[in-house]
């Protein structure tokens, strides 16, 4: 027992002599030199020490080093690609006390590390491929030459090339442990780093480092856990080969989640390409080519993609369109303020062929469709030519210039036939109207977000609907409504509807505001022409429209010369709650034609519903001559009585007052001057008045002819008075 503790104790005595002892007997700057000779021999790399170097035996041999730099200079450049804080060397002691050194493991602390920009393509033909050549040899020597077991970065920051003219991206709080026993052994390794403020996580191996040096076929592996960029965790597996300077993945699957891509993956002189492409994204299932040239400062992509579906929802990481509220497609607030990013489309120019059955945004599908898009310089043409949109077909071109501080878009579309309901319904949530409609848009815009591209639109716009209806509203119903007050938004309601044969109107938009003068409707016993402005920025309207009700039940062919009752309307505010009048002011402006269209409608109207109450203006009698000449006053009154016994005695509306039919002779109707002058009343007093009250008005009724000269002023007050129920 005793002279194994005398044992143990020399051990331990022996251990502590070359942990603390044996480094006095070797030489840190004979170390040091054969060390850095043999790096610098092996990478073609100079390497500077600034700082002080010293040699530790505990927990390992190590050769440390601090303020350590590194330059290339085989290039010439005094520029270095990466500095340390610390540079730390382990050592194997065997070899090292036989004069000879050999490292089993490199550590950095706190490096920068500066990726250089990529070298000019070798140049092509024979001597190109024996540079390329020379260079795989000189990786495999390299490795072959250094000889060490494991690497491993603590703290470490990588700056990636400029790229677009922008300044690289940084990988920050990198840690790496790399491990490569021989170059014949697997190549492994695990990194975390975080990039953009962002965590990421990556691990690998290759098979066989020096096989895959040597151009055979090589299993590779990669792994990518970053939650901030994929939903998912990335796998990718595949066979390698690096040959004549060419990597090539052949074949390869790479699957994050549900989506997965297949196909064979080739990387070249700054060129990757992807053939015989199969994939799998968000529900949608594509397949083609894919190639991008990265020798530019700008990345050129070139794709043709085919497949049965494109889901552009999923495949962007949105919800589907099948949530969208029916009240519309823009939020109750408004349009939007945010910033949109057209950056992107300076960072890469392309040139895409995309061609599917079926694509879907939102609730919208169309299909079969075809795009074709070039982006150059921050500019985007796109075109759709011959697509099919819900049973009809259309062309579109879409171009974005976003090269300059202010983007500019330009939209040209032309749709004819289609489902106007269903379109309508799936793009904005409106379901107000059906029918087959046809567009035509040719719009320009600029800004970088929703508000200031609004503000800034610019073209025409064209939309006609025909053989359809305009669901939960009756127009002749509204009419009516309008005897009784004015009305606070559209008076919505499931079950009604106006038929008819055609609608329409074409705008002029400038800066937002769009104008029309031809906005019209025809359909059985309703006629209606317009003109206003829509205010696209702040979402309201105002119209002027005059709704008739005509004697025809012919709709869209029907003789456009047919005169009806014009009653001018008034629609003004925000567009989905707007106030809705009775333009009075317009009635009274010729009382003449809207008298004398009264009574040609009261015989067209004979057989209608509701035509008994236009007996009262059948003929030119109750005073309409005084002295021989035509009273306008009482054309004035006759008109609006006709008016509200047309629409007030429909549907529940105000009573008409009485009006003598008796006829008149001319002759017999004679001034009153010193009687004083009755009281205009519409329509619209009858009908909430007792019985007691109707006697007394009717006993005070003057002689039809007597005193009904009012002013059409005082006549559209008067009346206006009544509307609201006054």
Known sequence: MRFTLIGL???????????????????????????????????????????????????????????????????????????????????????????????????LVDPVIRLPQAEAQASAGAEGAAGTRSTEKSAASTLQRLGFDKLHIENGTVILPASGGRPGKQIGALMLEASLPAIEDPLSFDMKAVLDGKRLRAAGSIGSLGHFLDGVATPVSLAIDAPSYLADSLALAGTATYKGGTLTLNPFTAKAGANSVTGIATYSGKTFALNQLTAKVGGSTFAGAVSADLSGDIPYIAAALNGQTLNLDTLMGKPGGSARSAGGGVAASGWSDAKIDFSPLRAVNAKLKLSFGQLISGAVTAGPIGIQATLSGGKLNAELANFKLYNGTGNASLSVDASGAAPKQALRLSLAKFDAYGFLKDAAGFQSIEGTGAIAIDLTASGTSQRAMVSALNGTAKLEFTDGAIRG??????????????????????????????LGASFVVAKGQAQTSDLHLAGPLVRMTGAGNVDLPTQALKFRVEPQVVASLEGQGGKTDLKGLSVPVVIAGPWAKPSIYPDIAGILQNPAAAYQQLNKLGGGLVSLPGAGSLGSTGSIAGGLIQNGKLNKGALQEGAIKGLGQLLGNQGGGAQAPVVDQQPVDPAQVQPKPDQPKAKLKSSADGGAADGKKGKKRQAAQPDAGAGQNLAPEAAAQQLMQTFPGN
Not at 51 to 56: Q, W
Not at 476 to 497: D, P, V
């Open 9 to 107: 104790l020399a051990i331990a005595v022996i251990g502590a002599i070359i942990v603390f002892v044996g480094p006095l007997f070797i030489s840190a700057d004979d170390v040091r030199s054969k060390l850095f000779a043999q790096v610098e021999a092996a990478t073609g790399y100079r390497l500077r020490v600034s700082g002080p170097v010293h040699i530790a035996m505990f927990p390992s041999l190590d050769l440390v080093a601090e303020d350590v730099g590194v330059a290339r200079s085989a290039s010439g450049d005094a520029a270095e690609i990466a500095t340390a804080k610390k540079l730390r060397f382990s050592l194997a002691l065997s070899t090292l006390l036989n004069g000879r050194v050999h490292i089993t493991e490199v550590t």
């Open 473 to 502: 509203m009756n127009i002749a119903k509204t009419m009516r409504s309008l005897t009784t007050g004015i009305l606070a938004g559209w008076e919505e309601s499931g079950t009604e509807k106006t038929d008819f044969a055609a």
